[in-house]
């Protein structure tokens, strides 16, 4: 047994929750309002900034130039691709990019955020791989467990489940277990712990940033 199949035991719950949550089940049936979808539009926007900090505190501390290569083209396709796709996502939606930028984070997101870069920037290489898996194992087993309910009829919620479902984040999420998993054969017992406690942690984040976009989370002061 892999250690991400251990992880998966983790993992698996909390995917299940994922899509059972009304936002994201609804996202899938495609009768979700806006509202909800266009706030997490915005403050996913928020999160993609700062998970390019954590490609690039991979690179500072990846063991070996392969590592070290792949994540800096992580870094270079969020900052330089994804973030230009999300970009055109929004618009599609009446965000402007002076909105984008203009977004502060919600509690979640800072939350979520600053957990993702202090692991990244004070933990050891397997930390801020264990920290990093639930975002792309994540997205891409909620969109799979979308699509096996079938696509929705609305145009942009669809596209979205295409998009997390296709091959290049299949892949991610594939290239992201396999790091993982070679950390992992050389860890320590405590120290394959620990990654468990950062997966689980980062995970049970996944949950709470639909969670947050659901209710419009607000600073209540
Ligand atoms: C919150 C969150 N987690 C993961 C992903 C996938 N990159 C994302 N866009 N947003």
Redesign the pocket.
């Known amino acids: 047994m892999s250690f991400t199949d251990e992880l998966a035991d983790v993992g698996d719950p909390i995917w299940d929750a994922v899509v059972d949550h009304p936002m994201v089940e609804r996202l899938g049936e495609g009768t979700l309002d806006e509202a909800p979808f266009r706030y997490w539009v915005r403050q996913?926007y928020v999160?993609?900034v700062e998970?390019a900090r954590v490609f690039a505190l991979g690179a500072a501390n990846a063991p070996d130039l392969e590592r070290m290569g792949t994540f800096a083209e992580l870094l270079d396709a969020t900052i330089n691709t994804?973030m230009d796709l999300h970009r055109e996502y929004a618009a599609e939606f009446g965000i402007s990019e002076a909105e984008l930028e203009a977004t502060d984070p919600s509690p979640t997101t800072r939350a979520?955020t600053d957990f993702l870069v202090r692991v990244a920037a004070t933990g050891t290489f397997g930390d801020l791989v264990a920290a990093l898996l639930p975002?792309?194992w994540?997205?891409h087993e909620t969109a799979v467990r979308l699509d096996e309910r079938g696509r929705p009829d609305h145009e942009q919620y669809a596209a979205w489940i295409e998009m997390y479902v296709g091959e290049e984040f299949a892949d991610l999420a594939e290239w992201c277990k396999d790091l993982m998993d070679d950390v992992a054969a050389d860890a320590t017992a405590a120290e394959r712990e620990r990654y468990r406690d950062i997966f689980e942690t980062s995970a049970r984040y996944?949950y709470r940033?639909w969670d947050a976009a659901w209710r419009e989370e607000e600073w209540s002061v």
């Open positions: 996913d999160y993609l998970y994804e979520y975002c792309m994540g997205f996944e940033f």
